[in-house]
């Protein structure tokens, strides 16, 4: 009896101290990750930083404005294109995928989900880019578009598939037709989960390079012309880091940091815009 | 048997057989249900009587292979006639199901007003009317009028579940169906639903499928003892409970089996 006792509680202790040390060397690596790139990046940190372009090779000075700016245009187009066709294919699947199409564009949206983003750069090369003649932002938002599609499309099945069958079916017997129940009850319901997931999918792609490399190729200048080539923080590091330059190494990390910066204030305002009206939301 | 030829007949299935695939779960069940009675539906579990009550709304036939044969007649008319559209009569037939089910998402008053805004925009107060009418028929107006635009997830159990009737009864539906509405609540949540059944039977036509043989006593009519698929036995409630005609009801209602 009492050794039984006295095994579980030094298993139930061993595991628990186990897990304990695993959470926390997974935080740590995040730690160090910001930890590292607020040491080397902080210093560089200026008001210039943000509001100034490139400039040549050995001059000092300069910032990344053109790549802020261009960052945000071209995953926010890539969000514009691929939230839609993302979620909305993952209702579908959620709701009328039982079939056997819904068993066909889940298998194609788990390979895609697998698929190397620098594969997905060269599709959009291939039919953007080449057609079109030139480089550009649009190029580069399609190929964003199509990553966060499959992935955005399983996270929002998994959310809706949570919802309680019992509020679908109080819907019903409420006399809601089955197209409103998705949309008004178990949509609405899921919102929360959808709108993370979403956040996770733009936060994923912002950071992406390669797709980038042969569409948006980047730009010194500063340009808003979403048919033109486009710069963006990911290729500007890129460039920055792979550079011979030791001013150059020094922006890089910068630039890291202001990206990391970014990603991290679109999650908390998701996060504060979720705020259930009634303190619910997680 | 029978009820009373001089009560107006509401609903009445003829024949219902409810399938799942080929597998019968109710077999050949014709029950009329009075106008402003409440029957009740008893038996063991498995027996078919939520399968059952499932097809007076026609909510059975959304389940992964249900389909039945027979009829529903609702004031003659039988409701599974292609000519019905099933969303439409779901607003006549209303339902509350074993669990509360308050939409999260919304505050009390939206909850109540959601089957209302179904058909278009209606004038506001109108639809303040209807809530406040549900509302106060399901005895539920006194402690929720103060903070109708809270979330329906702060009510309490009993609470949900009387919310959940009132929103059933806001589109004034003529049959309303109850499914062990009191299954997860607690004694008190229970009697304040079972005192809210001899007031609402005054307005609507009410089934009630039970596990609690004592409710079913107290709340009802009549009542009809469900066994493997087949009504058994039905009669005014006072007579089922003291004289059943049937061995196995008497078995069932004395607790040798179920």
């Keep these: 009896m009492s050794v039984h006792r006295w095994r579980r509680r030094l298993v139930s202790g061993t595991m628990t101290t186990l897990v304990g040390v695993l959470s926390f060397v997974a935080v740590l690596a995040l730690l160090l990750i910001l930890g590292h790139l607020v040491a080397k990046g902080a210093s560089s940190l200026d008001w210039s930083f943000f509001t ?28 514009l294109i691929g939230l839609p066709i993302g979620i909305g294919t993952g209702l579908y699947l959620a709701e009328y ?34 057609p079109m003649g030139h480089f550009s932002a649009l190029a580069g938002s399609v190929a964003l578009a199509v990553l966060m599609v499959p992935m955005l ?6 959310m809706v598939r949570l919802v309680p069958h019992s509020l679908r079916e109080a819907a ?11 949309l008004r009850i ?44 486009m710069q963006t923080l990911s290729l500007q590091i890129y460039v920055y880091a792979t550079g011979p330059f030791e001013e150059w190494h020094r922006m890089a990390w910068a630039a890291a940091l202001v990206l990391m910066g970014l990603v991290l204030i679109l999650a908390l305002a998701a996060r504060w815009a979720l705020r259930s009206r009634y303190g619910a939301a997680r | 048997m029978a009820p009373p030829a001089d009560a107006r007949l509401q609903l009445e299935t003829a024949r219902l057989t409810a399938l799942y695939g080929r ?12 106008a402003h009675t409440v029957t009740a539906l008893i038996g063991p579990s498995g027996c078919g009587k939520t399968t059952f009550l499932r097809c007076l709304n026609r909510m059975h036939e959304l389940s992964e292979g249900g389909w039945i044969t027979g009829k529903v007649l609702l004031h003659g008319e039988d409701i599974y006639d292609p000519g019905i559209d099933a969303v439409q009569l779901r607003r006549r037939v209303g339902m509350v199901f074993q669990r509360p089910t308050p939409f999260p998402t919304m505050s009390i008053y939206d909850n109540v007003a959601a089957g209302l805004r179904v ?3 209606r004038p506001r107060a109108e639809i303040d009317a209807a809530v406040e009418g549900a509302l106060r028929r399901a005895a539920l107006w006194d402690e929720v009028k103060d903070r109708l635009r809270q979330s329906a997830l702060a009510l309490s159990g009993g609470q949900q579940q009387r919310l959940c009737v009132a929103r059933g009864l806001a589109r004034e539906p003529e049959v309303l169906l109850l499914d062990e509405p009191t299954a ?16 609402l039977k005054t307005r609507y036509t009410i089934v009630i499928v039970t596990h609690n043989l004592q409710q079913a006593a107290r709340v009802s009519d009549y009542t009809g003892f469900f066994y493997l698929g087949e009504l058994v036995e039905l009669g005014r409630t006072e007579e089922l409970f003291t004289k059943p005609t049937k061995h196995q009801t008497e078995a069932y209602i004395t607790g040798r089996f179920g």
Excluded: C
């Design chain 1, 97 to 130: 995928g039982s079939g056997r199409l819904g068993w066909v564009v889940r298998f194609v949206a788990d390979v895609l989900n697998g698929t190397p983003s620098i594969v997905v750069g060269i599709f959009a090369w291939t039919w953007l880019v080449k």
């Design chain 1, 172 to 182: 019903l017997a409420l006399g809601y037709a089955r197209w409103r129940t998705s």
């Design chain 1, 52 to 79: 100034r372009n490139p400039v040549p090779a050995g001059a000092s000075g300069g910032g990344v404005a053109n790549a802020i700016v261009g960052t945000a245009i071209v995953v926010g187009l890539a969000a």
């Design chain 2, 23 to 34: 597998r019968a779960v109710v077999k050949d069940v014709s029950i009329l249900f009075p």
């Design chain 2, 184 to 199: 997860s609540l607690d004694p008190t949540g229970t009697q304040r639903i079972e005192e809210l059944l001899h007031e």
């Design chain 1, 153 to 158: 499309a399983r996270t929002t099945e998994e």
């Design chain 2, 119 to 121: 058909n278009g925009s």
């Design chain 1, 186 to 229: 178990v949509a609405r319901t899921a919102l929360a989960g959808i709108v993370t997931g979403a956040l996770v999918g733009i936060a994923r792609v912002a950071g992406e390079t390669a797709p980038l490399l042969f569409t948006a190729l980047g730009n010194l200048n500063f340009s808003t012309s979403v048919l033109q080539p």
